[in-house]
């Protein structure tokens, strides 16, 4: 099956919560530079976001661009990538207004672990759909970039009780471990 | 004529359908964990119309799969589905802010039973315009499970009064019967 | 240049129009049948505007499916059409949550003549932009029906201070003359 | 790398953002031609905005016209310029609702600034990533235009302590240099 319809159908909806997430940065009623400050951790929220959808988009464009095939089971994979991920204007909404608090660093940690997981399904399930085509697993090979992230969400999410600030710096920590993409796959191909 | 952009059309439509539907899962005012419990039920009906939008979505991909031509019926057709398709975020939030009250159940049900006869609809249309060409007809045959589907849906929305519980049982129950995309499509294909 | 990207812009965009204007009809906070009535007009209002974006996004398939090239003015002429078209939520809004008050029903009006203008522009702007193929040309011809619409819609909106309903029954007139898509279009090219 | 993707993402965030914009027009309670009067600011604001997004949109399309290559640092460099261009509905709503306050003026045109910017950082970077093909080096040459903006962005931002009109008349003034889209590439390529 082509793969083309299942890349348009997840561009479009990054597209859209990359972008909807915005309009829960609402304008302050104020005209006084003092009047946005209210309005700063929203939109530090929404940077550290959209990173990381971007992150996402970039690293699904590679991963789907070392794929021939597509089968039921991928589609099925990819939807629930895309669920958690849809999840991520909501929590970033919360703990953007709620200036950090526990519970809202906690959960936005939660939905991050549950989009990365999915995203790990995505990939076997994807390279079990490729058969002989080697090409997929050998790019990815042992993830161990997969398998730290995974850690340090699970600590950061430990440690929101403790101190949503830890929480924060290692969701940014896994940002930044994530911002080159995947260069084993565009290696790989070019080879 | 080309399938491409009523392929493009729906994709975008369905993704942006999909996306905003999260948006009415506004984000609690409070930070305790306690507070997230209003939201469960919105949240439930959030995961129910995901799963049912992608069940369209994957089964349009699989019968598009299967066609050469769209003609103008085609078209309004398909727009057709997407109406039914685009009020399901409306009664998801009118069920979920309820707490799943009988009417907002029972209207959930109505445009699902209408969004599944669109697509069947849809499905002779598309039979109509491949004229010689078999593969679309004999793939689907003789769908039983979307007769199945139609009658669960009618029993559920007659249910609602008595019992919402058991109409979203049924509701979740046509959910199963489609989460595996059409196979019969798959097979014959590739055949 | 290629005309893809212009379609696929135009796509995203309507299919984001079609689908924000649900967004208005808010769901009722009773649980009744009853708290369903304030619902109906806008309910009215958003089936008249979902057909004429599906009418414009059915001509605009056809449009351009007879059109080889696009330059610079035509995707000026596209971004005309689709910003008229982006008010439609707009005025679909206002008429349907204040019962078809004149004034709305004339804005309504007046958007859905300057985006018929637009489209007349667009068309015109393309057929200047093909040179020697004179396929669009034919095909659209002395384009009666558009004249037809544009005098509709003049009467329709001078007639909304004296009665909406005369200009509403307007609207969907002018709708169910374009519920068909431009068959001239369709029989030129298959010729 | 293929930049169809690349497209389509764009594509898709410039459809949303230049639609999700009309939904903080809000349809007026009031049904006399009088209650419109307060959306005209927010009215025109959006309009502005609209032809900034729709110049951006056609730029980009023009710019990955003339590119073969797409690769790691490309994609941010897009995603960075899509960042800036995602924050234009918040300044366009804080703007619009505060009929031109000073400070909202600033900071509208402190955003176009730096999405000149990042446009600029694209360009460089797909340059970058032509390696031999001077094919788009060629097209955009000096890029006085480019230079001109960003001044008149400057000195918009830095007058609208003195006059917020002065500073509107100057983004108008850059919106109508660039309406026009980049010629420069069009003949390089036609020849």
């Known amino acids: 099956m082509d793969k083309g319809r299942m890349e348009a159908f997840s561009d479009g909806v990054l597209a859209v919560i990359i972008t909807v997430m915005v309009l829960e940065m609402k304008?302050?009623?104020?005209?006084?530079?003092?009047?946005?400050?209210?309005v700063a951790p929203v939109f530090l929220s929404y940077v550290l976001s959209f990173i990381?959808?971007?992150?996402?988009?970039n690293n699904h464009h590679h991963l789907l661009y070392a794929v021939r095939r597509v089968n039921g089971p991928t589609l099925w994979a990819n939807?629930?990538?895309?669920?958690?991920?849809?999840?991520?204007p909501f929590t970033t909404a919360w703990m953007g207004e709620n200036r950090?608090?526990?519970?809202?660093?906690?959960?936005?940690?939660?939905?991050?672990?549950?989009?990365?997981?999915?995203?790990?399904?995505?990939?076997?399930?994807?390279?079990?759909?490729?058969?002989?085509?080697?090409?997929l697993a050998m790019a990815v090979g042992s993830?161990?970039?997969?398998?730290?992230?995974?850690?340090?969400?699970?600590?950061?999410?430990?440690?929101?009780v403790v101190s949503p600030w830890i929480s924060c710096a290692g969701y940014v920590l896994v940002a930044i471990l994530w911002l080159v993409p995947d260069r084993r796959i565009e290696r790989r191909i070019v080879e």
């Open 27 to 38: 304008a302050p009623h104020g005209t006084s530079l003092e009047s946005l400050r209210p």
């Open 52 to 57: 990381y959808i971007g992150i996402y988009w």
């Open 79 to 88: 939807l629930h990538l895309l669920f958690w991920l849809s999840l991520v």
């Open 100 to 135: 950090l608090a526990a519970w809202s660093v906690a959960l936005y940690g939660i939905v991050l672990l549950l989009a990365g997981t999915a995203y790990l399904i995505l990939t076997k399930t994807l390279m079990a759909a490729q058969k002989d085509d080697r090409t």
């Open 143 to 160: 993830d161990v970039k997969g398998k730290i992230s995974m850690l340090i969400y699970a600590a950061s999410i430990a440690l929101a």
